[in-house]
């Protein structure tokens, strides 16, 4: 089938890392694409991200910043704009946008990533991004040997406060009024010299962006110099659900490898649809993910070797064996 000058190649949703990175490999590959991005990322309350090579402590928004201007040499421009509908029309698909114009694109890439919802502890909010984290693979090392809270309940606050164990000797587990921890857990808490206060908890007391304590419905209170919690995401946005695309229990979308979903042509990357919420983890997969679909319109457009589809796998090993070409392993 020919495509109209009018469709893209690929329209990729969500300007974060994932979106960035895939709109990169994408444009390299002289696809037409077009990046819409809502400008607001998950974690734009942090002061600093961490674990990315080359780039560990940079504010979030500045390394958004510096990806939307490295597109600039390949002619892309994200657009700032929301997209309210995503829907599938033939063979392509049709976004609409929130100032209702539409686009169509032969391919969808969703890389809205999760939203999360900490605590409403008067006084969390306040803190959040810079003393208080749901991450302590992204910010443990600013508080190690510090006096660490978690705020959680059940088996994911027993491991949260365990994991902090790496970064601190001090943590103490506060289940906000929950009391559902399984006796072989208090156990090891208890090895593990981890306090747990049960009580309610009515406040956060801090000194500007800095926590200071907890403070308890009985009145009592736990110092600390920061918070850890524990607790549901959503997606950022509903377009996969509404395709239908199934989700795991963390509510995630599920997907294949390199993003793909149960739609063709619809792909899923980023913490929307994997369990290691890393931005340098979001990157690689959207590059992954751009290969898939650049091969994907390859295919489409009749430039991969027809054999490759229609001989047996066990044909091609023989070939590459012939040639002189490693076989790859299983």
Same mark, same amino acid.
Request: proline share 5%.
């Given at each position: 089938m020919q495509f109209s000058r009018d469709v893209l190649d690929v329209i990729i949703i969500g300007g974060g890392p994932a979106g960035l990175s895939a709109a990169l490999v994408l444009a390299r590959c002289r696809r037409r694409l077009l990046i819409c991005d809502a400008r607001a990322p998950r974690n734009a309350r942090s002061a600093a991200l961490h674990g990315f090579l080359s780039r560990d402590g940079i504010p979030p928004l500045e390394l958004l910043r510096i990806g939307r201007e490295e597109l600039h040499a390949y002619g892309v421009e994200p657009r700032q704009v929301t997209v309210t509908e995503l829907t599938r029309v033939g063979d392509v698909f049709e976004a609409t946008f929130d100032d209702q114009q539409k686009v169509r694109a032969r391919i969808a890439l @969703?890389?809205?990533?999760?939203?999360?919802?900490?605590?409403?502890? +008067?006084?969390?909010?306040?803190?959040?991004?810079?003393?208080?984290?749901?991450?302590?693979?992204?910010?443990?090392?600013?508080?190690?040997?510090?006096?660490?809270?978690v705020i959680a309940r059940g088996s994911a606050g027993v491991g949260l406060a365990l994991s902090l164990k790496t970064w601190t000797t001090h943590v103490v587990?506060?289940?906000?009024?929950?009391?559902?921890?399984? +006796?072989?857990?208090?156990?090891?808490?208890?090895?593990?010299? @981890?306090?747990?206060?049960?009580?309610?908890?009515?406040?956060v007391d801090h000194d500007g962006p800095h926590v200071?304590?907890?403070?308890?419905?009985?009145?009592?209170?736990?110092?600390?110099?920061?918070?850890?919690?524990?607790?549901?995401?959503?997606?950022?946005?509903?377009?996969?659900?509404?395709?239908?695309?199934?989700?795991?229990?963390?509510?995630?979308?599920?997907?294949?490898?390199?993003?793909?979903?149960?739609?063709?042509?619809?792909?899923?990357?980023?913490?929307?649809?994997?369990?290691?919420?890393?931005?340098?983890?979001?990157?690689?997969?959207?590059?992954?993910?751009?290969?898939? @679909?650049?091969?994907?319109?390859?295919?489409?457009?009749?430039?991969? +070797?027809?054999?490759?589809?229609?001989? +047996?796998?066990?044909?091609?090993?023989?070939?590459r064996e012939a040639e002189g070409q490693p076989t790859p392993t299983r």
């Open positions: @969703i890389a809205t990533g999760v939203r999360d919802y900490p605590p409403e502890i +008067p006084g969390l909010q306040e803190c959040y991004g810079v003393t208080v984290h749901h991450c302590p693979y992204c910010d443990g090392w600013e508080h190690r040997d510090q006096t660490i809270a587990l506060c289940t906000d009024g929950g009391r559902g921890i399984r +006796p072989r857990d208090r156990q090891q808490l208890t090895r593990e010299g @981890i306090e747990v206060r049960t009580r309610k908890i009515v406040r200071r304590a907890l403070v308890f419905a009985d009145g009592s209170s736990t110092p600390c110099e920061a918070i850890f919690f524990s607790a549901r995401q959503s997606q950022q946005c509903e377009l996969a659900a509404r395709l239908g695309c199934e989700m795991n229990r963390g509510g995630a979308v599920k997907t294949g490898d390199l993003g793909e979903t149960h739609l063709p042509g619809l792909y899923v990357v980023g913490d929307a649809s994997r369990d290691v919420q890393f931005a340098i983890v979001a990157a690689a997969e959207g590059a992954k993910a751009a290969v898939a @679909i650049n091969k994907a319109l390859q295919a489409h457009a009749g430039l991969v +070797p027809e054999s490759a589809s229609n001989e +047996p796998a066990a044909h091609v090993e023989d070939e």
